[in-house]
């Protein structure tokens, strides 16, 4: 069963920094993608930051120039480091990753979309 372990996050001031980290448990090269979403109360999930398996990044319009996806060596793990943290960025920040099955013998694959627990990143004013 694949999964999303998440640690980060926490309480925090305006203007300062927080660094998320998601591992996921499976290997690298079934994943596809990984990113980091959030919640905010009363509001829909919106993308913060996504890491393809091809290194490529993209980001939300509210956080770009000010965090930053990167993913470990064995590429299993992304970390989100978070800087100039404003009140509007609190709310439950999701792991997400994008996970490659294959279907049948010839090979075909589908796309599985997993998520962690989630974490609460609150930065006070």
Do not use: H
Request: with cysteine.
């Amino acid at each position: 069963q694949m999964r999303l372990v998440e640690s980060g996050g926490g309480l925090v001031q305006a203007g300062g920094s927080l660094k998320l980290s998601c591992t996921a448990s499976t290997s690298a090269s079934s994943i596809k993608a990984m990113g980091w979403y959030r919640q905010a109360p009363g509001q829909e999930r919106e993308l913060v930051a996504r890491i393809s398996n091809d290194g490529s990044t993209n980001y939300g319009d509210s956080v770009k120039g000010r965090f930053t996806i990167s993913r470990d060596y064995l590429k299993t793990t992304v970390l989100l480091q978070m800087n100039s943290l404003k009140p509007e960025d609190t709310a439950v920040y999701y792991c997400n990753a994008e996970i490659l099955w294959v279907i049948n013998v010839e090979g075909a694959t589908t796309t599985k979309y997993y998520w962690g627990q989630g974490t609460l990143v609150t930065v006070s004013s």
